[in-house]
Structures are given as C-alpha cells and as structure tokens.
C-alpha cells in the first residue's frame, strides 16, 4: 500500500534560519504530493501541493519540488518565523481520491 | 456552511457504549472522509464516500466501526462498543471531488475519549 514517511521531530530553529523537513513516499502509479499544517488551536490545511514530477508547489515563502527519480517532496524555506512554528504533514493522495499522511514534524521557531 | 464542520467537538462515554459522530462538508463536496488521528501521529485513514456510497471502507479496524452518508452530505460515523483503544480524534475531510490533485478540507475534529 501506499506510504509517507516525514523525518521525526521536534525541530527548533532560530528565526530567520533555513528550514528542511524531509518526506518520502511509496505509492503505486502518479500520486499528487501535499504539505499540510496545522497551526496551535486549528485544524489541519493545505500549505502547497505539487500534482506531477518536477512541479514546485509553493505558499507563504514555502517550496516543495516533486522528486520522481527520489520519490521525495522535501519542504523548504529560506528564512521562518515564529509564526510558522507549526506541525507539517506530508501527504499523498492516489488516483482512487485516497490520500496517506506522514506522521507529522513539529517546528518551533524561537525569536 | 463555510467550512466542514464536525460535532460533537468532544465526546467521552464509558467503555461499552454505543457513540455517534457527525461530519456536515461543504456544501456540494461530492468526496467526503474519515480519518483517525492519535497523538503524535498523522491522521490514519478510515473510510471515504464518493456521493452517497462508500468508495473505500479498507481503513475501518473492525466491524464495530460503521459510517453513512445517505443523503450525499451529511456523514455519521458509528463506533458500537467503545473500547479504551478507540480514543483518538477523529477528522473528517470533503474536497470537491475525489480527483487526484483535489485539496482536502477538514474539520475541527471530534476528540473521543473512552473511559
């Protein structure tokens, strides 16, 4: 069956750092990719999303490039806030309408 | 509504008993979903209806667990004798139809706590 698999928090970070949260995938045929979040007290929503290989997806200073050839869609930002201090899941979803989560990544950012 | 909204937006019961969770989506999301979510971890797939059938039941854990939708909007969620194990919050998502690179647009969530 399909997977994700996201890197393990927590992550804290100095504002103004660069960010990588790294997520990969098994999944049969052409998945689209996600990036959700959930900020404290809300509920999950979309962030970027990328529907075929090499698309970028990106949102709020945030990128993910779709990586066929690594099976991979690695979340980045050049320089985070505290206000993105969040949890980020990674997720697939097939051509049934189907999609998969990673288990999540906690990012703290510290002023 | 605005929104996909979810009640109740908590719920605890004793072990044993019988309990109802409701999932209103947008207005004419065709695709609507059921996730399971416990601590530490990403949201665990469940059941999703395309309409008013269920398109893929394979992630319900066992036959306590039963899900409607038969009007096409509204979705109720059914979980018969409640065990401990069963304490999660429970996500319900719709998008606009189940096409491969449609967004998801969830609830609040239903957190269920058995005592």
């Known amino acids: 069956g399909n997977s994700v698999t996201q890197m393990e928090g927590p992550v804290t970070l100095s504002e103004e750092a660069f960010l990588t949260i790294n997520c990969t995938y098994t999944a049969t045929g052409y998945p689209s990719l996600f990036w959700y979040v959930q900020y404290p007290g809300e509920g999950l929503q979309l962030l970027l999303k990328?529907?075929?290989?090499?698309d970028k997806g990106s949102n709020k200073g945030f990128e993910a490039t779709y990586r066929k050839e690594t099976t991979s869609f690695h979340l980045e930002k050049g320089s985070v806030q505290v206000s993105d201090s969040a949890v980020y899941f990674c997720a697939l979803r097939d051509n049934a309408g189907k999609s998969t989560f990673g288990d999540g990544t906690t990012l703290t950012v510290k002023p | 509504g605005a929104g996909v909204s979810q009640t109740p937006s908590n719920k605890v019961t004793e072990k044993g008993k019988y309990v109802e969770l409701r999932c209103d989506p947008i207005s004419g999301h065709t695709a609507l979903y059921w996730y399971r979510q416990s601590l530490g971890q990403g949201p665990e797939f469940l059941i999703y209806f395309q309409g008013t059938g269920a398109a893929d039941d394979s992630g319900l854990p066992n036959d306590r667990f039963f899900a409607v939708r038969p009007e096409g909007s509204v979705s109720t969620l059914k979980i018969q004798r409640t065990e401990r194990g069963d304490s999660a919050v429970y996500l319900c998502?719709?998008?606009?139809?189940?096409?491969?690179?449609?967004?998801?647009?969830f609830g609040s969530g239903t957190q269920l706590s058995v005592l």
């Open positions: 998502a719709s998008s606009l139809n189940p096409g491969t690179g449609e967004k998801l647009f």
């Open positions: 990328a529907t075929k290989a090499d």
